[in-house]
């Protein structure tokens, strides 16, 4: 099935890169078509069905895109994604690679080659605008994420992000998240989820309006055995409320409470090679290799946050939020690549997270003319405390045991920014600086390995000073388009095992300088005709300091150069007429080429890990408004390597070989009409996801190949009142 596959993603992409605009004569649709900059984006509710751009406007609310490489992921264009499936949610995305987990415990993306998409360490991912890592600094690690079905959309922005949000070289993600409707004073969702492997998923929400306060409260539960033998359960529950209050006619107040529970286990790897005590993966894709191994992790959140229109030309946005969060983890010792445990004891570790943070956002329009020039400007301010401990359980299945390490770990931050939108009739420049203030430090207070050779206790204070600019420009192009450009900076600050790592044998440079990353794009979007677009970029992405192991040494291990094509096209086959709601069946197709390299340090000539030279996704969606919605979408990835140093020995093989991956998903409601006076539906979804079953893997860790899921399925029904 395998050329079938591969010719049948080919033809997809083909078709949606090669097939024709539709005639100009199209235009006299009543669609604009051209997304003109806008003040202020129409937040949606969760039934509301509105397909947005695939780019960001050149100014939303108090943030300026103009010139960014940008990609929006409405999931109103599809079928609603289940199980947080983020191979079909990033369809339409060139670049985003996601590495598949055996079960959902993690989030791991990465963008272009850069980093290890492990716990998406190399994004800044962020809710409305707000980092929910664990430490954006010293543990950015990505273990919670919310449920698709409370998402409107996901917002990326590439290099430049920088300068939006703060570091981390490839970016940010932003999950635009559901607001109250307040059609009725309350309303009513409920959906419910079965499939393979005993997957089971609900999500529920309650909203309503009552005077000038919308709240929406949501109740989300995903739980399943995945398809590995043992130990690959999983089940989480999360509940968010949000409150909006208007405070008269031009400003608001949000409040947003967050709580999340986890429980995860870790099957663990397999490795290719045969021997006494290894789990070969030709033998069985399903084996388990760490029997207790879990993750457990647990959330609290809540933000406020005042917004104020000042008339048409000036908006102020303020956010204070706190979180806590803990990371508990239980592994059993004496395991190696796709190796079965050889120790009767195991390490438990509990990481926890106190975070306070500000921040404060100011738009301002000025000059005469329908073009006027725009300012924005603000500050954040964060602070995190990080405590972590080890213990040495007894048995393999230990819950708790003897501690042996802990420190205390924080991170203070402060950041100041601001970018100026000049305009010149077609031409637009954005300049902008950030200017990043970090002081992290790590104090052991035990460490009874380092006690026991007769080494002192470490601590450790860490000063930057980051400052990052850039420079953005778009240039109209004919009726529908535009050229747009930019370079910007990006750092990637120590994390705090890159300060004091726990081996004792382990030291650290005495010169550790952060990551540096310079972000080049150049390229062509446009929006030509209704239901079409395209998206045509060249990019460069110049990284270095990057940070890595030379013999027990963690230092600075050199410069990596990656650099390539980007090409995203979607193309109305059919559509009944010119609005953006009609029936419709569209064509998409993405290429990503890229070409990585090492260029200095020990590493050199070698491949960064997870850069794939090609990278296919493509599509077709089939959209009738409020009635159906089918989708058939194709991934393909070259090969790569799951490591920097390119790894390929007998008992250790780190490739990652090319695989391709369909899904079929369908939405479709069964029933609408009115109940007590309101509108109300009943829909049924469905899917297969990896239609023909194909067998591949997409993540390789240092305990071995974590295999992705075979076909599966899932259907379910939900209930609108």
Known sequence: MKPLRHRLLALLTGLALSLPAPAQ????????????????????????????????????????????????????????????????AFSKTPGLLTSELSNSSLLSLSYRGIGDPHESQNLLVLKDGIPFVLDPFGYPTVYFAPPFESVDRLEFVAGGGSLLYGPQPSGALNYVTHIPSRTHAASLTTQHIVGSDSLYSTFSTLEGGVGRTGYLAQFDHRSGDSFRDRNSDFALNGGAVKLVVDAGADARVILDLDAYKADSGEPGGLTLARGAGLLTYADSRTQTQNLHDRVRVERLAALVRYERDY?????????????????YSKRQNGSGFGRIPTASNNTINLHEYSTVAADVRYRRDYGAGAQPNTFTAGFTAMSVVSPISNRRGATADADDGIRTYQAERQSRYLALFGEHLFRRGKLAITPGLRLELLRQSVDEQQNDARTAAGRALLSTADNTFEPLGGIGATYEFGPAGEFYGNVSTAYKPAAYGDLIPTGVGDTVSDRLEPGRAVNYEFGWRARPAPGAWVDVSVFAIDYDNRFGRVGTNLQNVGRSLNRGLSAAVEIALWRANGSARSRSLSWHGNAQFLDAEFISGPLDGRTPQYAPRLTLRSGLVLRLPDRLKIALLGTYLGEHFADDANT?????????????????????????????????????????????????WSRVRSNGIDPANGRNYYAGLRLEF
């Open 25 to 88: 004569a199209a235009l006299t649709t009543t669609e604009p078509v051209l997304q003109l900059p806008t003040f202020r984006i129409v937040a949606e509710t969760i039934r509301d069905d509105i397909v947005q751009a695939p780019y960001m406007s050149a100014i939303q609310g108090v943030q300026i895109f103009t010139g960014k490489k940008s990609i929006v992921v409405d999931f109103d264009a599809m079928p609603q994604i289940q199980t947080d499936n983020y191979r079909q």
């Open 311 to 327: 008339g048409s030309v000036a908006r102020l946005s303020a956010s204070v939020w706190v979180s806590a969060f803990s990371r």
């Open 648 to 696: 390929r020995t007998a008992t250790a093989d780190w490739l990652i070989p090319a695989y391709t991956v369909f899904d079929l998903t369908a939405e479709a409601y069964v029933w609408r009409g009115q109940l007590a006076g309101r509108d109300s539906a009943v829909a049924v979804l469905g899917g297969i996801n990896n239609l023909f079953d194909e067998h591949y």
